[in-house]
């Protein structure tokens, strides 16, 4: 029985599915509930929880080593499949402490990050008392994968669709595709504004070769951040996935199973935080764009400081996709400094340092 038990949401999906927007839109709609946030970045620099702080219920507890001011909870530089014992069961202790305070508790893994591993860990005596998993909604980014992206089993993608794709067929990034689709309660399928016609049929099959007839798939596009009736839907599952999740059999398993050394899927992949002073934002966009079409970068995210702007500019780039926004005022106590996370593979720094560097407008004295 799963009464008085908090239920957590897990949302994972791969770096740019969605995530973060999905976790801004439950906080902004689903009213009326106390929610903890729990948010892990595989970068060094979690940008995620910056962009979620203000969409956060206020918290009136004092921050400490890993909770911000708003309640959130930051298990940075590191996939949380990896650091579960280290990272996780310590905040999921302190939220267990004060249960009375909390009504739901929502966790964005890593994009690179395995659910598996983070949801047995509910299992565990001290949180498996108080807490059960209402949900794994894994999210899938439409566009990408009905592209041919992240799986080669996509049916019939065009050539030229393929042709300059270079993430088709990479391993890596289909056992994760694999892994966090196996372990889904919900299936969300993003950015279906962007499909082409028949691409909706690609992901069906797609996701049905990797899921069980009993796991919905939904379609959903920007619309769903005004919809708090299906956003309260999503909170309220019940699927207390914890108990199944031994029965789920993953990649990540057989790596282990066959004696590999912590060899995750992500263990491929690559981060760096590319930090500079004020920026000129066209020049930064355009050295973006040409970067991705040069190295393997899976996504880019972070902020920047555009001269005489008195707001942040949020930038994130997906694949060639690139999308920039002001979400804050500059703070008086904080630097204006550009902070951007490339997450990709093989990744030359100095190479990626020099061509953002210039964007950089010279500091006049
Ligand atoms: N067109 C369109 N864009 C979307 C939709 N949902 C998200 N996006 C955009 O996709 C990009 C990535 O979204 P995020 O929410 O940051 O994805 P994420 O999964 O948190 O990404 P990581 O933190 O890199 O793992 C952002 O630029 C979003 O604005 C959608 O339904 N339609």
């Known amino acids: 029985m799963n009464l008085n038990k908090i239920p957590a949401t897990v949302v994972t999906g791969f770096l740019g599915s969605g995530k973060t927007t999905l976790l801004a839109s ?6 009326g509930k106390r929610i903890a946030v729990i948010v892990n970045e595989f970068g060094e620099q979690d940008i995620d929880s910056s ?9 009136e507890e004092d921050a400490t080593a890993v909770e911000t ?8 530089n590191g996939c949380i499949c990896c650091t579960v014992e280290e990272e996780f069961l310590p905040v999921m202790k302190k939220l267990m402490a004060r249960r009375d305070d909390i009504d739901h508790i929502l966790i964005e893994t890593s994009g690179l990050a395995l659910p598996k591993p983070l949801v047995q860990a509910f299992n565990w005596p001290e949180v498996r008392q108080h807490c059960t998993v209402d949900a794994i909604i894994t999210l899938i980014d439409g566009p990408a994968v009905a592209a041919g992206r992240y799986a080669s089993d996509v049916g019939k993608v065009e050539a030229q669709r393929l042709a300059d794709d270079s993430l088709d067929h990479d391993p890596s990034l289909r056992e994760l595709l694999d892994d966090q689709l196996s372990a889904a309660d919900l299936v969300l399928v993003s950015k279906t504004d962007l499909l082409e016609p028949g691409d909706r049929k690609r992901v069906e099959e797609l996701v049905a070769q990797r899921v069980p007839a009993s796991v919905k798939t939904l379609f959903i596009d920007q619309s769903l951040a005004s919809d708090s009736a299906q956003l309260e839907a999503l909170m ?4 207390a996935s914890e108990e199944g ?12 199973a066959e004696g590999a050394h912590h060899d995750h899927a992500h263990d491929h992949f690559d981060s760096c935080v590319i930090r500079l002073g004020e920026v000129d934002g066209d020049l930064l966009a355009d050295s973006l764009q040409q970067l991705v079409k040069t190295q393997e970068i899976y996504r880019a995210k972070g902020f920047a400081a555009i001269p005489g702007k008195p707001m942040r500019r949020v930038i994130q780039a997906v694949g060639e996709r690139q999308e920039g926004y002001f979400d804050r005022l500059w703070r008086a106590d904080e630097e204006r400094l550009t902070q ?3 997450i990709g593979r093989a990744l030359d720094k ?6 953002l560097a ?8």
Do not use: K
């Open 26 to 31: 439950l906080l902004r709609q689903v009213t």
């Open 358 to 365: 210039s964007a950089e407008i010279e500091a006049t004295a």
């Open 340 to 342: 951007l996370v490339i």
């Open 51 to 59: 962009l979620l702080r203000g969409c956060a219920l206020s918290c």
């Open 245 to 256: 999740i031994d029965r789920i059999d993953n990649h990540h398993d057989r790596h282990h």
């Open 69 to 76: 001011e708003s309640g959130i909870f930051e298990l940075a």
């Open 236 to 239: 309220g599952i019940g699927a």
């Open 350 to 355: 100095q190479a990626l340092h020099a061509a």
